[in-house]
């Protein structure tokens, strides 16, 4: 069981180190059959949990509000808004496996391939909420992801993601916020490894 939480270990610690958009899709296509049970199961890393418990915190499931899951992987935090309720969901991520493990849970209306980091095409949908957990680290998606992101809320929209540190840092999200005129509901530095530092910043805020 050590031998397996170290091995878990070393593909988090590589994903924290990736250098761009084609070393993640070499990583994650070798790592989505056994994404969850490595992340989920041996380490028991609690992001995803956290941002689909704050965004039931704020919005009813009953109200049918739109979500895209950015960096949606696997679809943990898919599969976890649907068993509270929430249907309108769609997913984006940048590894066609990830996505094709995310399909099988049959939760999304809909999944697409997309590298976050790259403007989005036009027309692009509104969404009530925009969720994500694992996707602001190191060498994924930064400030200006976020950015594009958070333009896709509707009025009123709701924003739930786990920012890694050092990205919080670096981008300066605390500026970001005010640039964006989105206003923090909820946010906290945890760890998301139990017994671990903390180290992500959870952010729930609200559009304008």
């Known amino acids: 069981m050590n031998g397996d939480r170290e091995e ?26 056994h994404y969850d049970r490595d992340v989920f199961g ?21 109200d049918n509000p739109s979500i895209l899951d950015a960096g949606c992987g696997t679809g943990a935090v898919g599969a976890l808004l ?6 309108q969901l769609d997913g984006l991520d940048i590894s066609p496996r990830m996505l094709a ?6 939760v999304y209306r809909a999944l697409a391939e997309a590298d976050l980091n790259l403007p989005f095409g036009p027309p692009q949908p509104r969404y009530d909420a925009v969720v994500s957990a694992g996707t602001f680290v190191h060498g994924h998606v930064g400030g200006e992801g976020f950015a594009a992101l958070a333009r896709l809320l509707t009025p009123g929209g709701i924003m739930v993601c786990a920012i890694a540190d050092p990205v919080w840092v670096q981008d300066r999200f605390d500026r970001l916020l005010q640039d964006l005129e989105l206003y923090t509901l909820s946010h906290n530095l945890e ?18």
């Not at 704050?54 to 919005?59: E, F, P, Q």
């Open 191 to 208: 760890a998301v490894l139990p017994d671990g530092a903390p180290d992500a910043h959870m952010l729930a805020a609200k559009r304008a």
């Open 42 to 62: 041996t380490l028991q890393v609690t992001g995803s949990a956290r941002v689909a418990g704050l965004l039931a915190a704020y919005l009813a499931p009953q």
């Open 82 to 87: 649907h068993d509270q309720g929430f249907r």
């Open 8 to 33: 878990a270990l070393a593909r988090i610690r590589r994903a924290r180190s990736i250098a761009g958009a084609d070393e993640a899709r070499e990583l994650y296509a070798g790592w989505a059959e």
């Open 101 to 106: 493990v995310a399909a099988r849970k049959q």
